[in-house]
């Protein structure tokens, strides 16, 4: 069974303090690996695609990576403006489809206090 | 602009009442999708479809029915039958087998009383 796994579930820094956040996977052959920002109330915004180990994809103060086994949302400088739950997704090779759904670990919830 | 709409963004019922939630995208996105989220979890899948008339069911669709007689829509029901509604429901959709991402609506929140 597909399987992602977020930490720490709850992550509290003071502005300009950087950090990282923890997505570990267990999938049947990784067609990719998504990483979205959810603010309270509303439905997740997309932030990054990862397709294979040693991939990273920027934004300006985020940076995701990709190994094997786990992927990591590096936050350089943060903002107030940057708190908010991150989730990870995954989405399993298929032979059917490649509209297999993602399966989406639990959240961190960042703060960034000023 | 192009986009998912979800309404009603607020809804209560009484237990005891089927309620349908609305799901519209005018992205041309062939696959749609029902995830449900509670408090402290993350995503579960309740149905998903890849093309009009056709869905499947995902990891917790007792309790819940859905259609997708149009491209454009994709409503959720959610029935007498589901044991614990109280919930945040997000629709997705997704261009197609060759892309990745989803695009989310905002949400609806259900309450039961």
């Known amino acids: 069974e597909d399987q992602v796994t977020q930490s720490p579930e709850a992550l509290r820094l003071q502005e300009g303090e950087s950090s990282s956040l923890n997505c570990s996977y267990t999938?049947?052959?990784?067609?990719?690996l998504f990483w979205y920002r959810q603010d309270p109330g509303k439905g997740p915004e997309f932030l990054f695609t990862?397709?294979?180990a040693g991939e990273e994809k920027e934004k300006e103060r985020l940076k995701a990576t990709l190994t094997k086994k786990e992927s990591f949302l590096h936050i350089t400088a943060p903002k107030p403006e940057d708190s908010a739950t991150y989730l990870c997704?995954?989405?399993?090779?298929?032979?059917?489809?490649?509209?297999?759904?993602?399966?989406f670990g639990k959240g961190t919830r960042l703060s960034v206090i000023a | 602009d192009g986009g998912i709409t979800q309404s009603p963004k607020y809804l209560f019922r009484k237990e005891g009442q089927n309620v349908t939630l609305s799901c519209e995208q005018n992205?041309?996105?062939?696959?749609m999708y029902w995830y449900r989220q509670d408090p402290g979890q993350g995503l579960r899948l309740i149905y998903y479809?890849?093309?009009?008339?056709?869905?499947q069911k995902g990891d917790i669709a007792e309790g819940y029915s859905v259609s997708r007689e149009k491209k454009e829509s994709f409503p959720l029901t959610v029935t007498s039958a589901q044991k614990n509604p109280t919930a945040f429901y997000l629709c997705?959709?997704?261009?197609?087998?060759?892309?990745?991402?989803?695009?989310f609506g905002e949400g609806s929140r259900l309450t039961v009383l």
């Open positions: 997705a959709s997704k261009q197609g087998p060759h892309t990745g991402e989803l695009f």
């Open positions: 992205l041309n996105h062939d696959a």
């Open positions: 990862l397709y294979s």
């Open positions: 999938v049947s052959g990784l067609r990719g």
């Open positions: 997704a995954v989405q399993a090779n298929s032979r059917d489809s490649g509209n297999t759904p993602l399966v």
């Open positions: 479809s890849q093309i009009v008339n056709d869905f």
